[in-house]
């Protein structure tokens, strides 16, 4: 019996973490180890303990016949400013400065296992916003979004500046990058956004806002509306920022080329108390 | 006591799917949960059982001081044909042929979900290629190359079509697309690569591999050597391929643009013998 239930303990572990924001039945449980709903819903509250103590997340649990269980991933305030000040402090580096004042932060983004926990960080923020579906910006978007998407359970719709014709029709809409005031096209495939979604938008690097204002208007031509937005990094603009309601994880507030000097420090989602408690 | 042990295979649980291969110490777990190292051991013991029994993957563990574990995520020949299986009748439905005779399959890799999936049925087959690092092209074979990423725990490296200067310097190579014969350039930042690396091409579609053939040319370019390559989904193609070691998911062998028939079916992967055992 002792064994029998370690091993339902791994199991389902295993299952919930593969299967964030899904409902999954004590039926389904029941039947899968042959055991009885009690077990299993006792396993369940021991599930449920060690998840919230270690900060793994909280498992919202329904009772009666329909009684089921949901994973929703968490990550607590101090742990995500923890690892956000670690990769604040790793982009200090001065040898990041590039030519033209850009900082090289690829290396952060391609690598897999970072990329998942600051998409846990926004997959935290955001579990309240009633999203269902994330959009983000070809190319470096891309990473961000996928985990933060998997870890919402929603689809992700790939926005991009040239117009692919391997995706079937697209809208596309002309928008005005802030910083170096060019006309842009920005693309979506018809098929990737159903009318009346709700969108989270997630996005690598910001600086006057345009690319997210373009999405966010892009979003209206499919009949939908935005519920979030959310940055990787936001760059201290001089002008006012063309959009006002998003989240950055990280500010970069200057990089001196010359000087190798560059400031970077958390965002601002770490100014003001979490929005969607 | 009973409790404890039911906690610590929750935690360990969570702790190695997160870390796959990475070395794990017993000593690490032991101090984790101020528990003996043969309590430990015992519990790896269950949960390297319980997760053979259900397909979730291998724990290789080493004995001595220096003992450890390494969750190496598997996926059985019978569940990666059936996964594919189920995508290839997905994929088969008349309304995805678009105009010019492509396929639409943009929902597909558009779900973290699948493609979490899709990259555990890579990750598991090179899990013993020796790569350093995953290479891909943008756009689209990014989401399904962080999935192998991240279960392989690698880096991953994004080779794309424009040269932007965001990323400092840059290694270009023009390089001949095999269906359009168009010449084409193709960009990796070269802080991107290390010298020497051993590289896993990912992509998600090849026609007569122009692409791939590219990657595995610009990868000579950084001194470092291919060790690997697989695509979601190929077509067959006419004429000879470009590249002769790949495999592939899925086979195209046709989208009757007029009758809309689309043939898929599983790729080579499931023609022969895993090459890595």
């Excluded at 039947?31 to 009885?36: D, I, L, P, S, W």
């Amino acid at each position: 019996m002792k064994y029998r239930r370690s091993g339902r303990l791994i199991d389902m572990t295993e299952y919930l973490l593969r299967h964030p924001h899904q409902s999954v039945s004590l039926t389904f449980f029941s039947e899968r180890y042959g055991a009885a709903k009690s077990s299993v819903s006792e396993d369940i509250g021991i599930i449920k303990e060690v998840f919230e103590q270690k900060g793994i997340g909280r498992l919202a649990t329904s009772a009666g016949v329909t009684g089921g269980v949901l994973f929703v991933p968490t990550m607590t305030d101090e742990a995500s400013e923890a690892l956000v000040q670690d990769i604040c402090r790793q982009l200090e580096e001065p040898s990041r400065v590039l030519p033209g004042g850009y900082l090289y932060m690829m290396d952060i983004i391609g690598d897999p296992e970072r990329m998942q926990q600051l998409g846990r960080i926004f997959a935290s923020y955001f579990h309240g916003s009633g999203a269902d579906v994330v959009m983000t910006m070809a190319t470096k978007g891309i990473p961000l979004a996928y985990a933060v998407a998997s870890q919402l359970h929603l689809p992700v719709a790939i926005v991009r500046h040239e117009q692919r014709v391997t995706e079937g029709s697209l809208v596309s809409i002309n928008y005005v990058s802030g910083s170096s005031r060019r006309i842009q096209t920005m693309s979506l495939s018809k098929r990737s956004l159903k009318e009346g979604s709700r969108v989270l938008i997630i996005d690598d690097f910001m600086k006057a806002g345009g690319t997210i204002r373009g999405m966010m208007d892009l979003t209206e031509e499919f009949q939908s509306s935005v519920v979030g937005a959310g940055v990787l990094m936001e760059a201290v603009h001089e002008h006012e920022k063309l959009v006002e309601d998003y989240v950055s994880l990280m500010q970069l507030s200057g990089v001196d080329a010359r000087g190798r000097r560059i400031d970077v420090g958390p965002g601002s989602m770490f100014h003001h108390a979490a929005q969607y408690e």
